[in-house]
């Protein structure tokens, strides 16, 4: 099946946030906020993508960098649209765009009891990271 896929736009967010919304495998905190997303696309343009059909959003995919590693966050594809090579070729255009200006690496977050996501990135050719473990902290 044929998708239009084009450069997230932020007139798409209320839409992109829905489509989100729709997966437990998906956090979404106050930075996925409208004025959240702004920020990270004019910090990393033309980087993050949102797949269509028919006119309905089908997929969507936030990437960035922060100068040394590119990071893939929020990638989403429709139920109705699985398996069709849209989450593959979402990130295709992610690691596209970040070659293009020499990044090297690319890192993404996943929870660990997401199988299907594991299965997904692992099939593409993503390797665990066993021996690194992620900490956080809150900054007001
Ligand atoms: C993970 C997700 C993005 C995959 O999207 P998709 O468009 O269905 O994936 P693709 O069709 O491009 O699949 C590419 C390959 O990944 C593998 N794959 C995809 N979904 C899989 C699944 N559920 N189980 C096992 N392997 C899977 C297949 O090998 C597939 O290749 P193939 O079709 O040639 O066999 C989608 O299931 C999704 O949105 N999940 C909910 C949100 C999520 O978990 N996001 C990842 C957060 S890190």
Not at 5 to 32: G, H, P, T, V
Not at 61 to 80: A, E, K, Q, T
Request: some cysteine; aromatic content about 12%; overall charge negative.
């Amino acid at each position: 099946m044929n998708f239009e896929i084009y450069e997230m736009n932020l007139k798409d967010y209320d839409k992109i946030y829905q489509l989100w919304e729709m997966s437990e495998d998906i956090e979404l905190s106050q930075a996925d906020s409208y004025s959240g997303i702004e920020k990270f696309l004019k910090r990393n343009p033309s980087m993050s993508f949102v797949a269509w059909k028919n006119g309905e959003i089908a997929g969507a995919v936030l990437c960035g960098n922060d100068g040394r590693r590119g990071y893939i966050h929020h990638l989403m594809v429709h139920p109705d649209y699985r398996h069709q090579g849209l989450g593959r070729s979402l990130v295709g255009r992610c690691l596209y765009a970040l070659t293009r200006i020499g990044i090297q690496k690319c890192h993404l977050f996943i929870f660990e009891d997401n199988k299907d996501g594991m299965d997904f990135w692992e099939s593409l050719g993503w390797t665990e990271r066993v021996k690194l473990t992620m900490m956080s902290q809150e900054l007001d």
